[in-house]
């Protein structure tokens, strides 16, 4: 018998989860196994400890690792937004080519989809965008282009219940929450993941033949001082920082039937 191919995931945020969904969908072999470290908690776990997502919605001013860490990863508690945009939100662009672009944007929208169970109501495209785009040119200023996809936070967490059910029930999946990645090598042609694990109080080290390493901006540091890191090309994408205004839908109901949350 061949011997089993070991892929391993750092970071169970958006970018891990999607990763590993479409590794599932696309791999038939049995003989390989993907396991997804993540130093917090699982599904289970963090929506029991988070305890604005039980009730009344008021902030009990939880640690940043319950908010950003574990099954999720800081995407656990947003309203469900998925943007596609090449004019904000991330450099994609920049370093795809225009039909990779396309390909990441169709594929990842359709394994969104496939996860919402109907509730495809919520998807909002800009209609009549150049009629647009040239008022507000007139004004001085300029209109960022944008389709958005949004759940809502309650549908969001379904979804992520789904993605999480689906990725459990594949038994070459195994997740390992409470792994503190600490180093990551590159040993010959496979990857040494040390890591510590809190329940044991131990530190271990286990070695893949693939890896891919999404530890989001909280891992950013982390993972840029290791050797792996710092041996690879990276640039910092900028951050989207607005003021965000909020109006009477009657006041911009002209706008807002053919605009969904319109960045100018
Ligand atoms: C309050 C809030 C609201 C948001 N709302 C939206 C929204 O509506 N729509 C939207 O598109 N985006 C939203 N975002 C942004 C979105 O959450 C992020 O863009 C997205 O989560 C990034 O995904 P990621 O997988 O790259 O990283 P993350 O989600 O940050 O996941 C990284 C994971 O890696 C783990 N990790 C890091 N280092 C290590 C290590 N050394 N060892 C083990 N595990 C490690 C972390 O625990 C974490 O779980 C929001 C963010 C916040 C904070």
Redesign the pocket.
């Known amino acids: 018998m061949s011997k089993k191919t070991k892929i391993g995931i750092?970071?169970?945020?958006?970018?891990?989860?999607?990763s590993a969904m479409q590794l599932i969908r696309n791999l038939s072999s049995k003989n390989i196994s993907i396991s997804i470290?993540?130093?917090?908690l699982s599904l289970e776990d963090r929506t029991k400890n988070i305890p604005c997502l039980k009730n009344d919605g008021i902030c009990k001013k939880c640690n940043t690792?319950k908010?950003?860490?574990?099954?999720?990863?800081?995407?656990?508690?947003?309203?469900?937004?998925?943007?596609f945009s090449k004019e904000f939100?991330g450099n994609l662009q920049d370093i795809l080519t225009n039909a990779h672009f396309n390909m990441y944007e169709k594929l990842s929208k359709g394994l969104y989809l496939s996860f919402i169970d109907g509730h495809t109501n919520g998807w909002y495209r800009s209609n009549n965008f150049p009629d647009w785009k040239r008022k507000v040119n007139k004004a001085g200023l300029d209109l960022l282009k944008g389709d958005y996809f949004?759940l809502g936070s309650d549908r969001?967490l379904k979804v992520l219940e789904s993605i999480y059910t689906f990725l459990k029930k594949d038994s070459r999946v195994d997740f390992r929450f409470g792994?503190?990645?600490?180093f990551v090598n590159k040993e010959g042609n496979r990857f040494s993941v040390q890591?510590y694990l809190e329940k044991a109080d131990e530190h271990y080290t286990d070695k893949f033949d693939y890896l891919i390493v999404?530890?989001?901006?909280?891992?950013n540091s982390?993972?840029t001082n290791t050797a792996i890191g710092k041996s690879l090309d990276y640039f910092i994408s900028p951050l989207d920082i607005g003021v965000r205004v909020e109006l009477p839908y009657y006041v911009v109901d002209t706008i807002a039937k053919d605009l969904y949350e319109f960045k100018i």
Do not use: E, M, Q, T
Not at 11 to 17: E, F, Q, T
Not at 214 to 219: E, I, M, V
């Open positions: 750092i970071g169970a945020g958006p970018a891990g989860l999607f470290f993540d130093k917090g690792c908010i950003l860490c574990g099954f999720g990863g800081s995407g656990l508690i947003n309203d469900g937004k998925l943007v939100g949004h969001a792994h503190d990645v600490l890591y999404s530890p989001g901006r909280l891992g982390w993972f």
